[in-house]
């Protein structure tokens, strides 16, 4: 005889007998171990099942206000073993009334149109295929609340409000592909080249501000068909504009006349605070053609910076509209308006060192402090065992082509690199 027993997952064993006819006669055998029915783990879905016996597994999820779930494994023992359950998501992530808990992360993740850690606040989704209007006095805008955002896209969120008001975007971190993938902010209800209030690509910290006064605002996420990034979450607000001054506050008059501020400079009983005195005349101050202090300008519409409380009697702060950007910059940020005092900063394109500021003065011209200088690598050096390079010049962009000295073969240039130095694979 010869004795058998069975593999892990299988039960029995037994005997084979060798016969007078040279077989062998066996007694017993070996039968997989079936586990059965399993039951339904603690706040868990039924189970699916592939099968029951040794080996095969079934999955489960979790009802309504638990997260996990998993798999139940049939083992060698005949029983179902797991180290998956069903978790109550409060604890796990807190509550998500705009989305669902994510286990694996422990994060909640939003629904669209849903914003903030726990999906609390309602937010407004890239739509590539139309544009988002928006009318709110405070929202929030962002690209996607997944983790990266999509090939391919043109989103476009109009902010709409009413003239005479401030529309203020503040952005939270911003990261794109740098040069392929990058958003635009208008001062213009549709895409207009001059009036772009900021252009933004590649990594910036949170906080960027940028502001609108024409009553509209209009924000451009395009990107490319290859790298993706996280994109950007803005938050716009809308305020009523006060950048106007009573004339009574800047009294200010034509030469030879003096400003009736107590109406008892004039002697006519017909002049008003309103008025200029000239002698015992007066003449109305909005006839005088608006004589403003620096620095403001005649609210002639009752528009020009604001209403209400501004009135056609008021003198508006100077506004210098948005600037240009100055040669080889970018990132261009104006974050509190284009009003006298005013700044905007800028940075440099890649290949150019330095950026500064651009201050709205009472001339209404922006008056520039800093600018943008292209990097120098200098003269380079002499690869090892080659001619002396031959340059066309040592700024960034510019090469220079070397050749090899006798017995030794190859050459090729060196390129002058944003970061100051010669790079060559030659």
């Known amino acids: 005889q010869c004795t058998f027993g069975c593999r892990e997952g299988y039960t029995g064993g037994g005997t084979l007998t060798c016969t007078a006819a040279r077989t062998w006669a066996a007694n017993g055998s070996c039968l997989v171990v079936d586990c059965g029915v399993p039951a339904t783990p603690a706040n ?13 597994r079934c999955t489960f999820g979790c009802v309504d206000g638990f997260v996990g779930g998993g798999a139940l494994y049939c083992s060698s023992t005949g029983q179902w073993s797991t180290s998956d359950s069903c978790l109550d998501s409060l604890l796990v992530c807190g509550p998500c009334p705009g989305g ?10 939003c629904a669209p149109d849903w914003a903030g850690p726990n999906c609390t606040e309602h937010s407004y989704w890239c739509t590539s295929w139309q544009p988002r209007v928006l009318t709110e006095p405070s929202g929030i805008i962002q690209v996607t609340g997944r983790d990266l955002y999509d090939n391919g896209i043109n989103c476009q ?17 911003f990261s794109s592909e740098y040069s392929y993938d990058w958003a635009r902010v208008y001062s213009t209800a549709t895409p207009d080249p001059g009036a772009v209030l900021s252009f933004l690509t590649g990594t910036y910290p949170a906080g960027m501000v940028v502001s609108s006064t024409s009553g509209t605002l209009l924000v451009v996420f395009t990107t490319d068909g290859s ?16 950048n106007c001054t009573t004339w009574l506050a800047e009294a200010v008059c034509p030469a030879g006349t003096t400003a009736n501020t107590s109406a008892t400079l004039c002697v006519a009983s017909s002049c008003t605070s309103m008025d200029c005195c000239s002698g ?21 519409t009752a528009a020009g910076c604001g209403f209400p409380p501004c009135t056609s009697l008021d003198c508006c702060i100077v506004d210098c509209g948005y600037p240009g950007s100055p040669m080889d910059s970018w990132g261009l940020f104006c974050e509190r308006g284009t009003t006298l005092g005013q700044q905007c900063t800028f940075g440099c394109r890649e290949g150019y060192t330095g950026g500064g500021t651009l201050t709205c003065t009472a001339a209404r011209t922006w008056a520039a402090n800093g600018s943008c200088l292209v990097v120098d690598c200098g003269v380079p050096a002499t690869p090892a065992n080659a001619t002396a390079p031959a340059c066309w010049g040592s700024t960034y962009g510019q090469r220079c082509t070397f050749g090899c000295v006798d017995g030794f073969v190859g050459g090729g240039a060196l390129y002058c690199s944003s970061t100051g130095q010669w790079s060559t694979s030659d």
């Open 44 to 56: 868990a879905t039924a189970p699916a099942c592939w099968g029951s016996t040794y080996g095969q």
């Open 100 to 109: 669902l808990c994510d286990f694996r992360s422990r994060k909640c993740m």
């Open 157 to 173: 969120w109009q902010v709409i409000s009413t003239p005479g008001t401030t529309i203020t975007l503040t952005f939270g971190a």
């Open 227 to 242: 790298v993706v990034s996280s994109g950007f979450t803005a938050r716009w607000t809308i305020t009523v504009n006060s």
């Open 280 to 300: 015992a005349n007066c003449t109305a101050w909005f006839a005088l053609g608006h004589q403003c202090g620096v620095g403001y300008v005649p609210n002639a």
